[in-house]
């Protein structure tokens, strides 16, 4: 997963944390994560990217965060889904251009750093000095990576969090599928957005790659259906209710249906298997 | 619809943004507008006034952004709904009072541009120098409104944005319809809100107009049906489970129900067309 | 209910401003009290603790508010749930340490008093200068609370908002029933978080009050039903499926099923009686 390349400075933000979770907004849980960091670190900035991410869904919060990252400005951004399970083992953080990623090592933040160039350097955040006390063991968010993020602002260091781990000790989701064969590209549905929008982990690369482009026809075969649709700029380049294919804001391939819902319309859920070549033009 | 006489005074905010979208609150979408937004302009405070407008819903957008807008500080205010399709036709700034609206040229901003006072001057956003690289067909709201509302408050005037468009070529939304006959108001339902209150589009004003004011009696007519209901200060004033109209927090007529759901009691759905007259006192 | 004794300091937060409320997220509400503070305090922070309190539940937003103080910097703390009704009576700024609580009179803003330590002193606000206007009667959060809390971070004093209130006079919200008896604690259901997770009214120290500490088995009765579940120090103690009893991030004893959802499982409503002793270990 490669960086888009969009071009956004970040000119003369001096701290700025992003928090990703999947608290909901019902109760005051995202609230205590901005109290902790606002009296630590008063000045600072945050920015709330998502905390509607579906409670443990770490494949869907990590898509999130590497696709919203590039547009983020860089700073201290905050990883917390499914961090009470045993599934969270240890919170890191890690050093990524010029970011720091704190959560779980569940895998949760591994795509946002792939997005950001790749880990520089990750250590295990365990200096209990710098955590609120006592730890609840269920909300590390509020406890551990909120007040973490606020001293990182004020000038801590991440060295000073706790020891080095070597990368290949952190636990990378695995990518979602995406493979480029002989004329066709196979990948699976990563999201469905609140558009009825679907959205697969091909991208117009890969596309392009197997010589389909803008104006073609795509053959998609998705378990026994097979169908085809137009490969257009956006869905508001066929005619309402109809299917169609595009490019999305992410830069991943994506089935909509004009002022339509395609994820009911077709029915995938995340992770079903796609299978997209050329198709004969209509 | 003129501004409700609320006073509110900005003695010295440099410089706001509002985002009003259909972009929900279960992806990045609105996380990355902020981004690019602290990124270009990084002082610049952000207000969300709503990011659950129905998608593509324009009319309900368009009221929502119109009726908190007495209540906001001066800024540039960014409108985005059903952005992606053809009825967003071109992108618009629009100067109005001391504020200057930002979005699709599809009458989203037309309420809130006459709350204002009216257009002094509108402008086609075509300078792609101030737009991010490359422009997702299907997101301007990150790629075009917040880079050009984030450079507006870092002093680019809307005159650098494009042409000038002739007040006469913007599509303005029909307002809600609203008319006052002998002995009469009629108008639409405007919205129904999470209370479950139903809000018209005709005001305590107009009911002045034909002799009816609180205290009074209310003669409702909705399609065949016929009722009356007390015309009260607050829905507080009527017995629980009672009907009552009162005048709401935006100065619109509205039905409630005293600790219940008046939109599921009528069955009254935005559009719908209600007349009102003076009824008997019960 | 005493704070818990997590050590937050607030350096340097010259001004903030908190806010609860039942407006929900999907109107203008909530930005229109953002819009008021920031037209009059520019500088003010504000810090939304949660605007989905369902409607009218005085309950369920003392509770969050209460829970969550501990993490807030010391500030202007609004409430507004169930504002409209009769309940609410007059508007109030309650004084307790270093923070000010502004709301209705209907027992919403009293837990959270008590949490930071009990009320020094109360005002009724009613000095109409400090308000917008004119006044909805249906909307004090945005025509009264916000532009109060907003002069109070001006510089106002909470003395100059109207009549001092005897403490005595204030509507005290009935705290959440917890009794220790002999050999077992019994309390309610507080609240359902969106993992499904069931937080009582009895605390941990209630529970070692009673001889019952993590590690041990716990006996639970619910009206008839009679079970028992392990008592852990997290979820994630038991395996996948299981049923579980743990001291939750607010310090209250919840019942959980890892990787589940504990309040479809049970079927306990907010409200619900529960009695808890030392069970046979299982």
Same mark, same amino acid.
């Given at each position: 997963?490669?960086p888009?390349?969009? +071009?956004?400075?970040?000119?003369?933000?001096?701290?700025?944390?992003?928090?990703?979770?999947?608290?909901?907004?019902?109760?005051?849980?995202?609230?205590?994560?901005?109290g902790?960091?606002? &009296?630590? %670190?008063?000045?600072?900035?945050?920015i709330?990217?998502?905390?509607?991410?579906?409670?443990?869904?770490?494949?869907r919060?990590?898509?999130?965060?590497?696709?919203?990252?590039? @547009?983020?400005p860089a700073?201290?951004?905050?990883?917390?889904?499914d961090?009470?399970?045993a599934?969270?083992?240890?919170?890191?953080?890690v050093? %990524?251009?010029?970011?720091? $990623?704190?959560?779980?090592?569940?895998g949760l933040? &591994?795509?946002?750093?792939?997005?950001?160039?790749g880990?520089?350097?990750?250590?295990?955040? &365990?200096?209990?000095?710098? $955590?609120l006390?006592?730890?609840? /063991?269920? $909300?590390?968010?509020? +406890?551990? @990576?909120?007040?973490?993020?606020a001293?990182l602002?004020m000038?801590r260091? /991440?060295?000073?969090?706790?020891?080095?781990i070597?990368?290949?000790?952190?636990?990378?989701?695995?990518?979602?599928? %995406?493979?480029?064969?002989?004329? %066709?590209?196979?990948?699976?549905?990563?999201s469905?957005?609140?558009?009825?929008?679907? *959205?697969?982990?091909?991208t117009?690369?890969?596309?392009?790659?197997?010589?389909?482009?803008?104006? +073609?026809t795509?053959a998609?075969?998705?378990?026994?259906?097979?169908?085809?649709?137009?490969f257009?700029?956006t $869905?508001?380049?066929?005619?309402?209710?109809?299917?169609?294919?595009?490019?999305? &804001?992410?830069?991943?391939v994506?089935?909509?249906?004009?002022s339509?819902d395609?994820? *009911?319309?077709?029915?995938?859920p995340?992770?079903?298997?796609?299978?997209?070549a050329?198709?004969?033009d209509?």
């Open positions: 997963m490669t888009p390349p969009y +071009d956004v400075q970040s000119p003369s933000v001096t701290s700025v944390i992003t928090l990703l979770t999947d608290y909901g907004l019902e109760d005051g849980f995202v609230a205590s994560c901005h902790v960091i606002i &009296s630590i %670190a008063p000045q600072t900035r945050i709330d990217v998502c905390h509607l991410v579906p409670a443990g869904d770490i494949r919060g990590a898509a999130i965060l590497a696709q919203t990252l590039p @547009y983020l700073g201290v951004h905050i990883g917390a889904v961090t009470a399970s599934s969270a083992r240890r919170s890191i953080a050093e %990524a251009g010029n970011r720091v $990623f704190v959560g779980p090592d569940n933040l &591994s795509w946002a750093v792939m997005a950001a160039g880990a520089r350097a990750a250590y295990e955040i &365990s200096n209990t000095e710098l $955590f006390k006592p730890v609840s /063991p269920t $909300f590390p968010g509020r +406890d551990i @990576y909120a007040p973490v993020a001293r602002c000038g260091k /991440p060295a000073d969090l706790g020891p080095e070597p990368l290949d000790r952190l636990l990378l989701l695995p990518p979602p599928t %995406a493979r480029i064969g002989e004329g %066709a590209a196979e990948g699976e549905v990563l469905l957005d609140r558009y009825g929008n679907v *959205q697969l982990s091909v117009a690369d890969d596309l392009a790659t197997i010589g389909v482009h803008v104006g +073609d795509l998609v075969s998705m378990g026994r259906r097979q169908i085809t649709m137009p257009r700029d $869905f508001a380049a066929v005619p309402p209710g109809n299917l169609v294919a595009f490019t999305d &804001s992410a830069g991943k994506a089935f909509a249906v004009n339509g395609a994820a *009911q319309r077709l029915g995938l995340p992770g079903a298997h796609v299978r997209l050329r198709g004969v209509i």
